[in-house]
């Protein structure tokens, strides 16, 4: 099945501790990306990648990282975690630059204490 | 970052009503989206417009894209219960970067 899986589904952690939430895609696609979701704000776009080794900041990269070292996988990484970290995130992938059609994961709830 | 407002925020309606919300940009976009997300799970695509005024449906949806580019639309017509969810208009001018709209809720009483 095509599909996009983060892990893990949810996290409490506390400020300061580094943790990385994984996201793999099986769909052989070249683009995908990162968002957060808040209450009220929407989806807020944090990091997307068009293919292996090519990464670019979104609206919001503040106090994120991420590595594209293979096709299938896009790790978001959060080195010293705050309370306004605390969201729900998603990954997504497409085909390509300029495919707007994402493939969304189902979310992970991070709460940062 | 470029704010996309949607209106109205929430909506009840009874089932077997239509359904009209919108989005507003400060800025042009060249793509406008609309996503639905159910409870639980991560926003699938809905419909995708390429073109300033162009009008497109997918069943029982219809969206528009604005002629100035800074707005679109989406109608549903004859409402179901399975139409509740949060829909969101999303704008791209490079097909890499996108920007969401703040939501819009839609409770269908049956």
């Known amino acids: 099945e095509a599909q996009v899986t983060q892990n893990p589904r949810y996290l409490i952690t506390v400020t300061g501790k580094k943790l990385t939430v994984t996201c793999s895609q099986n769909?052989?696609?070249?683009?995908m990306s990162w968002y957060r979701q808040d209450p009220g704000l929407g989806l807020r776009q944090i990091y997307y990648?068009?293919?292996?080794?090519?990464?670019d900041k979104g609206d919001v990269p503040e106090g994120y990282k991420v590595s594209r070292k293979e096709k299938r996988n896009f790790p978001l990484i959060l080195e010293s975690p705050s309370p306004n970290q605390t969201s729900l995130y998603f990954c997504a992938s497409s085909l390509g630059a300029g495919t707007v059609e994402q493939y969304f994961g189902p979310g992970t709830r991070l709460t940062v204490t | 970052g470029q704010q996309l407002n949607q209106s109205p925020q929430s909506m009840f309606i009874q089932e077997g009503e239509d359904v009209s919300m919108n989005c507003t940009s400060s800025s042009i976009f060249n793509t406008w989206l609309w996503y639905k997300q159910d409870p639980g799970e991560g926003p699938v695509l809905l419909i995708a417009?390429?073109?300033?005024?162009e009008l497109t449906s997918n069943g029982r949806l219809t969206a528009q894209f604005g002629i100035t580019r800074k707005d679109s639309f989406l109608n549903i017509s004859a409402s179901i219960p399975s139409d509740v969810g949060i829909y969101f208009c999303?704008?791209?001018?490079?097909?890499?970067?996108?920007?969401f709209g703040t939501g819009t809720s839609l409770t269908v009483i049956p």
């Open positions: 999303a704008g791209s001018n490079t097909g890499n970067q996108f920007y």
């Open positions: 417009l390429y073109k300033a005024g």
């Open positions: 990648s068009m293919n292996v080794e090519v990464t």
């Open positions: 769909m052989n696609h070249e683009y």
